[in-house]
């Protein structure tokens, strides 16, 4: 893929910048499959299990930062043109279906905090109704009806 017009110096910031697309893509991919696992609905997505794939995702996600971090700076030093396009569309596309899976997994997260926060509520308001129940053993005691005395 490279061309012979290209400085010296150039035809290796390419080479480099390919293989770290191509590195950054193969991590974004993961990730990727990593959301689609969590999305699917295969029945093995219990807590531990979900606490798995987050973290996974979560140190993925600051590798991957820390690499773009070095693809960006490599990236810098060249020129536009020669840039591989199809390589920062595909990792371009990649990062879009992260993004939406991002997106409807915050979803349904705020979904399952706000029933948990209304359920919540519910228990809360039935314990006050149930605080005001008290035994009494002696009723006269409590300014009860019954007296004890004769």
Sequence with gaps: MTNMTEPLPQQ??????D????CSIKRYEYILTLFAAI??????NNLATLDIKGTEILQLQEQAALADHTLITKMKEMHPAWL??????KRQDIMHQILTHTHSLLSAANNIRS???HELKEIQDGQAA???????TN???YGGIINDSH
Excluded: F, I
């Design 12 to 17: 290796q910031t390419r080479k480099e910048v």
């Design 19 to 22: 293989t770290l697309l191509q």
């Design 39 to 44: 999305n699917s609905n295969s029945g093995d």
């Design 84 to 89: 591989d396009h199809s390589l920062l569309s």
């Design 115 to 117: 029933l948990l926060a």
């Design 130 to 136: 149930l605080n005001g129940y008290h035994r009494q």
């Design 139 to 141: 009723p006269s005691q």
